[in-house]
């Protein structure tokens, strides 16, 4: 890394990283609890039940930060360099995201012979070529701790596209191939839906689930490098509505059913996508506005290896799901949920200390805008911000210096 490299990096979207993973975890964590018992429930049990089954859209939160953070830096560097390194950026990707994803799909596939956990050849091989998620959408989904490892492979499907779009695209055509993006996920989905497509043709498909991605990208393009100066009471409403739109879309709209109308999918999905929007508003640039928390350390490193967290989470709930019944007869769906949480934790960091981080250094080798925290980091200039009137206090007047 030379000196002087320009640097993005702010610690709350590493926070947001670590709840996007929270989120999915405890979706995968209750869903056998509760999807079937939910209509039974009394409201004080549906509301944390409803937010657990709303967790899946996690998902759609990753989309959105992904998409954010990568036009962001693919602008910065287009802005710094006066064009894009394409292979660059497929280098960097190629090195954050491969090591870890094929030695687990590999692992995932060597399981069956000591677990009753199931990996189709077929299935292996969609999921060797980045695309995991087609098979799901063909086939329906698998028992297999690999299952969660669909996303990743949509997210590079689009990326393998979208630098030589940056690269020649104007803000303006950057803006309107978001809104596409959108209005195509919007269609498609609308499309399956009117013809009764079953859950997993909706829900694994690459291009319905692009309304998330182009989201993340319209808020790169508009915010030109700006971040947000919201009051924190109006932060914490912006989170409480967006968790409170993915409880809607589980207990209201009934997407967990394997057939839904047209009218409960595009409104259960449309608040999924909705709901992550409002949380990445809600955390993006929170620090500067009191919500210090939110850049303190360990959460931020948390979010640094969410990544791995990701990945192995499924695996070690079903394995201490195995030895808890084993073990004591029965599996306590609060005991698992908190032992699981902790060893996901551990694995992850054991990932990407010895895994990852030899490829991470690597990869900073082909970084223009550096993106990882450093000593100096606080000393940086920080991003212009983008005042938003009504709803930020104003500013203090600059004072003059002494002498």
Known sequence: ????????????????????????????AFIAAYIDALPGLSWAGRIPAAIALGGQFGVDLFFVLSAYLITELLLRERNLCGRLDVKG????????????????????????????AVFPAKAFVYFLLLSGNIYFSINGGFRSP????????????????????????????????????????FCTRLFLLMHSAPRHAILFNSLTRMDSIGAGVLLAVLLNSRALRIRAMWRAAGFSLGITCWALSTSVFHILREVVSPFDGMMGYGFGTLGAVLLFISFLGAPDDGLSLLAWKPIAYLGRISYGLYVVHQLVLETTKLILVRSLGKDPPMIRFVV?????MAVAAI?????????????????HIATSPTPAEAREPQPERLHIPLLTPPLPAPQPKNG
Not at 97 to 108: A, G, K, N, S
Not at 340 to 344: E, G, K, N, T, Y
Not at 351 to 367: A, G, I
């Open 351 to 367: 990932s990407y200390k010895w895994l990852e981080s030899p490829f991470l250094k690597l990869k900073r080798r082909f970084e």
């Open 89 to 116: 950026f497929y280098v960097r990707r190629i090195l954050r995201i491969w090591p870890l994803y094929f030695t687990f799909v590999l692992f995932c596939f060597a399981l069956p012979a000591f677990s009753p």
């Open 1 to 28: 890394m030379h000196q002087g490299k320009a640097k993005f990096y702010r610690p709350e979207l590493d926070a947001l990283r670590f709840l996007a993973f929270f989120m999915v975890f405890t979706h995968h």
């Open 146 to 185: 690999v299952a969660p490892l669909w996303s990743i492979s949509i997210e590079e499907q689009f990326y393998l596209v979208w630098p030589w779009a940056v690269r020649f695209a104007s803000r303006i055509q950057l803006s309107a191939i978001s809104l596409g993006l959108i209005l195509g996920a």
């Open 340 to 344: 699981a949480l902790l060893v996901s």
